[in-house]
C-alpha cells in the first residue's frame, strides 16, 4: 500500500486467494465417500437450535468474532492514528499480533491433542484451551491504555497468541458435540453467528470513535465481549462429548 495504493493491494489480496485451488486440486484428492445408507439420521435444525450447547457455541462465536473483528478491521488504522505510526510500520508491527496467533493455534492444537492422547478429559482440555484463551485475549484493554507504544504492542501480540488457544479447538468442540449426524448444521449456525458479530464489531466501533474521539470504548466493549464469550463457554456449553439425538432418530422412525 505504501508504495502501489489500495488499488494493486485489493488485486493482490484476491489473486494471492486463489492460489489454494493449485496444490488443492493436484493433492486434496477425492477420499471415499460414505454410503448413504450407513449415515446416520440428521436432526432438523430446530432440533439443533434448541440445544442449550448450540445456543453457547453460538453466543460464544458471536462474541468473539466481535472482538477479532475488531482487530482485523480497526487495529491497522488505531496504530496509524492513535500510536501514530506510520503506514510501513504500522505494516511490519500490525502483522506481529496475527502471526502470534498462528503460531499459537499450530502449537495449542498440536499440545490439546496430545494432552487427550496421554489420558486427560476432553471436556476439561478443550474448555480450558477455549475459556483461558478468550480470557487472556482481554489484554488487548490494557494495551489501549498504556503510554508506552512498545508496551502496547507487547501486550496486542500476548492477546493475539491467546486467540491461537481458543481458535485451535472451538471447532473441535462443536463437531465433537455435534456428531455426524448434526455437524453441518451446527458449524453452519455457529459460523453464522461469529460472522454476524463480525458485521456489528467495525460499525459499533465506527460509530464509538467518531462520537467519543478516542479508542478507549471500543476496546472496552471488545474485551466485554471476550468475557461474554468465555462465559458462555463455560456455563451453556455442557461436557464436550457426542450428544445424544435419539428422540430425533425415535420421531424419525415413527414417521416412517
Same mark, same amino acid.
Given at each position: 500500500m505504501a508504495y502501489w495504493g489500495w488499488r494493486v493491494l485489493f488485486i493482490a489480496a484476491g489473486a494471492i486467494g486463489l492460489l489454494w485451488l493449485v496444490p488443492w486440486y493436484l493433492w486434496a484428492g477425492t477420499g471415499e465417500r460414505v454410503p448413504r445408507e450407513s449415515?446416520?439420521?440428521? /436432526?432438523?435444525?430446530? $432440533? +439443533?437450535? &434448541? #440445544? #442449550?450447547?448450540?445456543?453457547?457455541?453460538?453466543? &460464544?462465536m458471536f462474541c468473539y468474532g466481535y472482538a477479532w473483528y475488531f482487530l482485523l478491521s480497526w487495529l491497522p488504522y488505531y496504530l496509524v492514528v492513535e500510536r501514530h505510526f506510520s503506514v510501513r510500520a504500522m505494516a511490519l508491527f500490525g502483522a506481529l499480533p496475527f502471526c502470534g496467533s498462528a503460531l499459537s493455534a499450530l502449537v495449542s492444537g498440536w499440545a490439546s491433542d496430545r494432552l487427550i492422547a496421554r489420558g486427560a478429559s476432553v471436556t476439561r482440555v478443550r474448555k480450558s484451551f477455549v475459556v483461558g484463551g478468550l480470557l487472556l485475549c482481554t489484554l488487548l484493554l490494557p494495551a489501549a491504555m498504556v503510554r508506552d507504544t512498545s508496551f502496547a504492542l507487547v501486550l496486542l501480540t500476548v492477546a493475539s497468541l491467546a486467540v491461537g488457544l481458543f481458535s485451535s479447538n472451538v471447532w473441535a468442540i462443536t463437531q465433537t458435540l455435534a456428531g455426524r449426524a448434526a455437524a453441518g448444521k451446527w458449524t453452519g449456525v455457529q459460523n453464522a453467528a461469529g460472522?454476524? @458479530? &463480525?458485521? +456489528?464489531? /467495525?460499525?459499533?466501533? @465506527?460509530? !464509538?470513535?467518531?462520537?467519543? $474521539?478516542?479508542?478507549?470504548? *471500543?476496546?472496552?466493549? =471488545? =474485551?466485554?465481549?471476550?468475557? !461474554? *464469550? *468465555? &462465559? =458462555?463457554?463455560?456455563?451453556?456449553?455442557?461436557?464436550?462429548?457426542?450428544?445424544?439425538?435419539?428422540?430425533?432418530?425415535?420421531?424419525?422412525?415413527? !414417521?416412517?
Open positions: 449415515s446416520p439420521p440428521s /436432526p432438523s435444525f430446530f $432440533h +439443533v437450535l &434448541g #440445544r #442449550r450447547d448450540t445456543f453457547g457455541t453460538s453466543l &460464544g460472522n454476524l @458479530g &463480525g458485521v +456489528v464489531s /467495525p460499525l459499533m466501533t @465506527g460509530l !464509538i470513535v467518531s462520537r467519543t $474521539h478516542s479508542f478507549f470504548l *471500543a476496546f472496552a466493549c =471488545a =474485551a466485554v465481549a471476550l468475557l !461474554i *464469550a *468465555a &462465559g =458462555a463457554y463455560l456455563f451453556l456449553v455442557g461436557e464436550v462429548a457426542p450428544l445424544s439425538w435419539q428422540r430425533w432418530e425415535k420421531s424419525m422412525a415413527v !414417521i416412517e
